[in-house]
């Protein structure tokens, strides 16, 4: 089956630009993104329109007619996005509301994960704040590594949803701030694993399925871990396969018994699952939690390993799923950085007056994609934490790296900031 004409709806953050950058590499396919943000990067495109809400959206596609309609963002997955483009009459590549509990209720995926025996910390649900501190009095000591804390309600602000406290002083600190920021929120206080940690994405077609590559992803804000939590700095992501004893344990231990759970609990799974997973010391991995949406900046670095472009991956994988495993360039590495807008994300601001220059300093073959940027009077503003990033392609890791730092010290933007300590992909066992 070969789709012609797709519609793509979504929210106009980084996932999005890059689909559109994707999608456009092919002129057998006619493309249209509609956003709900602005995005004056993604902007630029004549088959872009910033639309207010699904109803514009549904107008839109009465007129457009097209083959297929993909939605990628959680926020309109848990809206229940796909019900409403089915009831219309579209095929769409997406997940129901229901599905996407998997993503934004913590709890139901802890419970799914131990129905069906597939590895996960243990862990302890508060249901308050008072709750959440006797618990951590008790057990701080009986713990390993410590503990994390996670919100059971999603933000997207990661600061004010999670937590990797150092000491029980910390822990408590922690709680009294999270359940601050989130009013009647349950606490998740997960048992924390030592190790690395893997971004793993998933396409299913009922029983069949193909695993991507393998991607890193650097949450928090300062060099060597340190620092609050981001909704993600930089993805590094490699061609080169997973160790084979790896592989046949995320095969064996987490990706089949999920995808046999989805059957026998009738959930209908047929999209891209992103599971976020800790490789313990002894080479055992653990699911940390469900995504079910591509990463972000984990699915820009991805894209830029496609060796065939992203509509013969859609294609392919309604013909034949486990194809997919052959479409990646097996030298390749692909890094994806974001640039940070001052006091993110310990600050919420409602106001950026920093103009953002010389982007067209940047290297003509680096792509830069925007996230949180609006544009007044033709010059660019932030307009959020993380304000856009850059995307190098190549073979020679470290040129990449170089490649990409040079790049952003050519941008000129006041308090802008990001993650440079970094390094190719270790599986260390």
Excluded at 88 to 102: D, P
Excluded at 123 to 152: P, T
Excluded at 169 to 183: C, M, N, P, Q, V
Aim: aromatic share 12%; proline share 3%.
């Amino acid at each position: 089956m070969k789709y012609k004409k797709i519609l793509l709806y979504g929210q106009g953050n980084g996932r999005d630009h890059v689909n559109h950058i994707e999608f456009m590499k092919t002129k057998e396919t006619e493309i249209f993104s509609l956003i709900k943000n602005e995005n004056a990067l993604m902007e630029k495109y004549n088959n872009v329109k910033v639309i207010k809400n699904i109803n514009e959206a549904l107008l839109f596609a009465k007129e457009y007619k097209p083959d297929l309609v993909i939605i990628s963002n959680r926020a309109d997955l848990s809206e229940g996005a796909t019900e409403i483009f089915r009831k219309n009459g579209y095929k769409v590549f997406g997940i129901t509301k229901e599905v996407a509990r998997l993503e934004t209720c913590k709890e139901y995926a802890k419970e799914f994960m131990k129905r069906n025996n597939i590895k996960t910390p243990d862990y302890y649900i508060a249901n308050s704040e008072k709750q959440a501190i006797e618990y951590i009095i008790d057990n701080w000591n009986k713990s390993r590594y410590g503990y994390v804390l996670k919100v059971d309600q999603f933000s997207k602000n990661s600061f004010a949803r999670t937590a990797v406290p150092e000491s029980l002083e910390g822990a408590i600190e922690d709680i009294h701030r999270l359940f601050s920021l989130t009013k009647n929120c349950k606490l998740i206080i997960e048992k924390k694993i030592k190790g690395y940690e893997l971004s793993v994405h998933v396409l299913i077609n009922n029983d069949k399925y193909s695993v991507l590559p393998m991607v890193q992803d650097h949450k928090k804000k300062y060099p060597n871990d340190e620092g609050p939590m981001t909704a993600g700095t930089v993805s590094v992501a490699e061609g080169k396969p997973c160790p084979d004893d790896l592989m046949k344990k995320l095969r064996k231990d987490i990706i089949e018994p999920t995808i046999k759970g989805f059957i026998k609990e009738k959930i209908e799974y047929n999209y891209i699952l992103y599971i976020g997973v800790m490789v313990t010391e002894t080479g055992v991995p653990y699911v940390l939690e469900y995504n079910t949406r591509t990463g972000n900046p984990e699915w820009l670095a991805l894209t830029g390993l496609l060796e065939k472009n992203l509509i013969d991956l859609i294609n392919t994988y309604y013909e034949n799923v486990e194809e997919i495993d052959d479409f990646w360039k097996k030298d390749g590495v692909s890094i994806a950085m974001y640039g940070f807008s001052a006091g993110y994300p310990e600050v919420e601001r409602s106001n950026y007056k920093e103009p953002v220059l010389n982007l067209d300093k940047v290297k003509s073959d680096t792509d830069i994609i925007g996230e949180h940027i609006i544009s007044r009077n033709g010059i660019l503003y932030p307009s959020g934490g993380r304000v856009f990033a850059l995307r190098r392609i190549g073979k020679d890791f470290k040129k990449v790296k170089k490649d990409i730092i040079e790049d952003f010290y050519n941008i000129k933007l006041d308090g802008l900031y990001f993650r440079y300590d970094i390094d190719r992909i270790n599986y260390k066992n």
